[in-house]
């Protein structure tokens, strides 16, 4: 055959070896990137199966056990409300954990990998078996900690996986609704500042009078703004076994507000002092659970530091604006 023609044979060869060779590394590289991604996993159950769990870490110290109605205790603080969905966002994490590498065929020291002084520590029962997670040192070349799963493998996983598992008592905190009474269904309340007592009470096309005045001009919106505010009050913390009220200034509170619904149902809230080492929270006690003292955000004091004449409506300014439309 003609050199000519062989020549683009060869050439045509040479190209269909290469995208061969081309398609072979894309193909093992696709296969690696997919091992990384997928890792090994450490557990073979999911969180749904667990009913015990605790963990440490320097400063951190939890024990968590599934109650029947398969909520949540706190075992140092069991009358403490836990979010549930938080720890079930615990446990997914926990179960579905990866490593990147397997060490367990590999000679190592234990004291070198940081088992002995671990930086964490996870235990947790699922389906009746117990499972224990040591994390030991962290190698920072390599982004991952060194772990033990019991007393045998040992396997390296990455730094950010444990990023957010040793979640603290108030991470686990279920907010509480002061009161389920809305804010429409208010029909009279009351404001104690302690020098002070006002009682309102709101009519049926939802405006608010002052009892001892019905024709005082009153700030609907401040006056609404009380009542709305105890309604969608919330916690940010519940001291379960509180001390004495001075601790908390609800023994000379800032207000004491009570609400009455149109059913004759009442909630009294006692607002407190702010807490001395962060002015941002203040002490509440709420009728609906009095051997609670709950923590709320403190920029809620400001909204019931009200008196007869600060509630007073800004007639002058109508007024004015009248007549000068008037005189315009």
């Known amino acids: 055959m003609n050199r000519k023609k062989l020549l683009p044979l060869a050439v045509l060869a040479g190209v269909v070896l ?11 590289l696709n296969r690696r990137q997919d091992g990384e991604e997928s890792g090994i996993a450490l557990f073979s159950v999911s969180a749904g199966e667990v009913t015990a769990l605790s963990y440490q870490d320097g400063s951190t110290d939890v024990a968590l056990t599934q109650n029947e109605d398969g909520g949540w205790t706190l075992e140092s603080d069991p009358l403490l409300p836990i979010d549930s969905d938080t720890v079930t966002d615990l446990l997914d994490s926990l179960t579905g954990l990866t490593a990147l590498r397997d060490l367990s065929g590999e000679t190592l020291e234990s004291a070198q990998l940081g088992f002995d002084s671990p930086a964490m520590t996870f235990a947790f029962t699922a389906g009746g078996t117990d499972y224990t997670l040591t994390v030991g040192a962290e190698n920072s070349i390599a982004g991952a900690y060194y772990v033990r799963l019991g007393d045998g493998g040992v396997y390296t996983v990455s730094t950010s996986s444990f990023s957010t598992l040793c979640k603290t008592p108030r991470q686990l905190y279920a907010t509480q609704d002061i009161t389920d009474m809305e804010s429409t269904d208010v029909a009279a309340m009351t404001l104690d500042t302690g020098s002070e007592v006002l009682s309102f009470t709101r ?8 009892d001892e005045d019905p024709a005082y001009a009153l700030d609907q919106d401040a006056v609404a703004l009380m009542a709305n505010t105890i309604c969608s009050l919330t916690s940010s913390w519940s001291i379960t076994a509180p001390a ?4 908390y200034g609800l023994d000379t509170p800032a207000a004491v507000v009570t609400l009455t619904d149109g059913d004759g149902r009442t909630v009294q809230c006692t607002f407190g ?3 001395p080492d962060d002015d941002s929270v203040a002490y509440l006690r709420a009728s609906t659970d009095e051997s609670v003292v709950y923590e709320i955000a403190a920029n809620h004091l400001s909204v019931f530091a009200q008196t007869k004449v600060s509630l007073q409506a800004d007639t002058d300014t109508a007024e004015t604006a009248t007549a000068e439309s008037a005189a315009g």
Not at 203 to 210: A, F, M, N, V, Y
């Open 18 to 28: 290469l995208l061969a060779a081309a398609l072979l590394a894309v193909t093992l």
């Open 244 to 247: 004495a009220d001075v601790q």
């Open 203 to 210: 009519g049926g096309d939802g405006s608010w009078t002052l």
């Open 273 to 275: 002092g702010t807490d």
